[in-house]
């Protein structure tokens, strides 16, 4: 499974940006797709996540609301949507696949492939 991410980059706070996950590969075994982000000096914290049976969706309560996780089947891609972008979501965003259908969407221990992240900075 291959993910790779694109979309980044420098904007200025209350700005949007739309990340993108391409993913390849054993794709139909998917159970989450979620995005995570890791800031520096801090650990890798959950952000948004979709259940591929259902598209049910997950997000964490500092996004909740901003930040919107969205799937295309036909393009076999996971976007991120983020609005009102704050110099505090500036990090490296990551896009992960988890398989194994008791994962916790949260958990990056769960997820069992990743991007190689995309940096996102808002300025203030």
């Known amino acids: 499974v291959q993910l790779v991410e694109s979309g980044g980059g420098l904007v200025q706070a209350g700005d949007s940006l739309r990340l993108s996950c391409a993913t390849s590969?054993?794709?139909?075994?998917?159970?989450?797709m979620g995005w995570f982000r890791q800031a520096p000096g801090k650990e890798r914290e959950f952000v948004a996540a979709?259940?591929?049976?259902?598209?049910?969706?997950y997000y964490a309560d500092s996004v909740k609301g901003r930040f919107t996780i969205l799937r295309d089947n036909v393009k076999n891609t996971v976007t991120l949507q983020m609005l009102s972008l704050e110099p505090e979501d500036t990090a490296v965003y990551y896009c992960?696949?988890?398989?194994?259908?008791?994962?916790?969407?949260?958990?990056?221990?769960?997820?069992?492939?990743w991007g190689q992240g995309t940096q996102v900075t808002v300025s203030s």
């Open positions: 992960a696949a988890a398989f194994w259908g008791g994962s916790a969407y949260s958990n990056s221990n769960d997820y069992d492939y």
């Open positions: 979709i259940k591929w049976s259902d598209s049910t969706k």
């Open positions: 590969g054993r794709t139909f075994s998917t159970y989450f």
